[in-house]
């Protein structure tokens, strides 16, 4: 198998990773927080150490602040609706997952205004057109970092810049570049980063990082296993957002992963991932009938098409041909297709790995290559 999908979930792990589950899974699975024995003190021990290795990769200086999710989803869902209040005005852009998409539409029943900033056809954001769509009303600017579907990386330092200048918040959806390209939170009000894509750790893995002086208000309250003798959900940071039990074996494999990018570094990884998507690009678009979308500022991501070729056919003859694991069709980001005018399309999706090799690189394209051969007899 070669497996290019890792826009989904990072596969392979690095070995630290699988080991630090397995070995908590069964020499250490007692609940975090709920007793005094050594093996519940030393679950804590887990939790505590991985926020701190969180915190030094996104440079944060109170790991407190970081709360463990299951993913990204349901930390951009605890940052929006946490946050944003009848007749507050929130602003986004077309790049954008669902993950960002629904929940803010969710709340536009409870009163809350969405404005969507546009992209262009290459689904580029100018980010300095936000400054003029914000309004005495505006809560928060929300945006991706970079996009699931083309790759593109947005100026998210800009974006801060402008936010704070007129008092807005600003939250990040780093689900695609969090341990792919660095991301530093100092300017970040809310931070949504999965643990299971780049920074390579296991799945059921996520955070939300609060910064300190945002008023958020939880989504889930009670067994947070401190505060035993109130009713109430504690005010402080992390249990306030954090309830019931930890996934403490994959928040150690989180731990490790992130021992792993700091040992590595980031950029080193940002580099190799690029290396490798170029080499893919160079020989796809050498291909008289392959059209690549996005623009030139990328993560490890080429997004495509064959022309004339169904892409979920051509992501199934990459799979049952040539073992190659790829997402083709619509990426849960409907309006960034739209955007990139493949709303109706689609398009297959390659998404390169530190773990990938460029023999496997070469292999894809060849694959890509005969595959555009064989459907243009057939049309032919
Ligand atoms: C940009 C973006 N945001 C949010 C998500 C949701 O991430 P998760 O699967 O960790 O909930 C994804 C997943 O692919 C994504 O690419």
Known sequence: MIYLDNAATSFIKPEGVVKAVCETTYKNSANAGRGGYSAAIKSSEILYETREKLARVFGI???ER??????TTEALNFGIKGVMH???HIITTSMEHN???RPIKALE???VFCFVLQGDKDGNIDVEKLEKMIKPQTKMIIMTHSSNVCGNIYNIEKAAEIAHKHRVLFMVDAAQSAGSIPVFAKNIDLLAFPGHKGLLGPMGTGGLYVREGVNIKPLTEGGTGSLSESLLQPDFFPDMLESGTQNVPAIAGLGAACDFLLKNGIQNIHNYEKELRERFEEKVLNMENIKVYGGNHKTAIT???IKGA???EVAQRLADD???CVRSGLHCAILAHKTLGIQNTGCVRFSFGYFNTPKEIDAAADAVYKISKDLQKCQN
């Open 322 to 324: 040539y073992g190659i």
């Open 66 to 71: 970081i709360v463990f999710c299951k993913n």
């Open 109 to 111: 029943q409870n009163g």
């Open 303 to 305: 997004a495509m098409n």
């Open 99 to 101: 993950s960002v998409i």
């Open 86 to 88: 009848k007749g507050g």
């Open 61 to 63: 200086n109170n790991p």
């Open 310 to 312: 169904d892409c979920i």
